[in-house]
């Protein structure tokens, strides 16, 4: 079986732009002017099929496969320290959008191959991009494409494509009515109408590409990134994970927004957005991309 060839690289040179908002959330503060050096970026976020090839040649076992340390985890009961992951699920009608809870699910056995659970694959979602790993994972799988994760800097210079605007596509959230990104569609979370068809991730590719010919920007999953999350700082720090234990105690920053934002919850769906995740969480709803360094 034919190898399953690493994402093409989109050049990209250096610049100055403006960087974050202080339209929307306070993390998202000040809006100020950043600039980045010349790198290439992958067109699109790591999908299963190309997670797989990573697995299948390295042997590599991801975070939610692995029994949690109880050192790192102090008070959790013992049944609770299991390989899993956590899984969305759609709630029965409306609740309080303050409590997470109703909607996160602990899941044992759920892992980038099942995503949400022992019960599920992704047989039939090999173009879709990679979910349930972990901050280490999205390093490990870059260090092996001789590839890095991109600083959050980079990450939203790339997903702007040259433009300042709101969206990445401007600042309509549906131009002439037309979709832009996958993200929720109807009432978060208990109706989701689905993208373009899609309830959860969509193949690579399946929305419009920004200016640069990225893909998925925005929508479809958050991307991890290798900047540490400071809350409205202007200059954040980055961190390349050392080995493959992720920290609990450290959060990278997300960039991009995923298909379970909606306007009256995370209208994180905009280049400037950003949130916070411990470098141990895996979801349904966060992936990665790679960058290489061009200067």
């Given amino acids: ?3 399953v060839p690493l994402t093409e690289l989109i050049e990209l040179p250096g610049g100055s732009f403006p960087m974050g908002c202080n339209t929307f959330y306070p993390e998202e503060m000040p809006e100020r002017i950043a600039s980045v050096d010349a790198f290439a970026i992958e067109s699109h976020p790591v999908t299963n099929a190309q997670f797989g090839e990573f697995v299948a040649q390295t042997g590599y076992v991801t975070v939610a496969e692995r029994a949690p340390d109880p050192a790192l985890y102090p008070g959790a009961a013992p049944d609770d320290l299991v390989p899993g992951a956590m899984t969305f699920r759609a709630t029965g009608g409306p609740v309080n959008l303050r409590d997470w809870q109703q909607w996160w699910d602990w899941v044992p056995g759920a892992c980038w191959r099942r995503p949400f659970g022992p019960d ?12 349930q790993v972990a901050y280490t994972d999205a390093v490990a799988y870059a260090r092996w494409a001789g590839r890095r994760l991109p600083a959050e800097t980079e990450w ?8 300042a605007t709101i969206y990445a596509w401007g600042d309509e959230v549906a131009p002439d009515g037309q979709l832009m990104a996958n993200t929720w569609q109807g009432k978060f ?8 068809g899609w309830r959860g991730t969509s193949p690579v590719g399946t929305f419009p590409p920004n200016r640069f010919g990225l893909v998925d920007m925005i929508g479809n999953v958050w991307e991890w990134t290798s900047t540490r999350f400071e809350p409205g700082v202007a200059a954040p720090k980055s961190c390349c994970s050392p080995s493959n234990d992720p920290d609990p105690s450290v959060n990278q920053t997300l960039k991009g ?4 934002c909606a306007p009256e919850y995370c209208h994180r769906y905009r280049p400037a957005a950003r949130s916070p995740q411990s470098q141990d969480s895996a979801t349904t709803h966060i992936g990665f991309r790679c960058v290489v360094d061009r200067s």
């Fill in 1 to 3: 079986m034919a190898a």
């Fill in 120 to 131: 599920s694959d992704i047989d039939c979602a090999t173009d879709h991009p990679v979910v």
């Fill in 156 to 163: 939203e210079y790339a997903a702007r494509g040259g433009s």
């Fill in 189 to 196: 979370p208990y109706r989701n109408d689905g993208a373009l």
């Fill in 257 to 260: 927004g995923s298909h379970l």
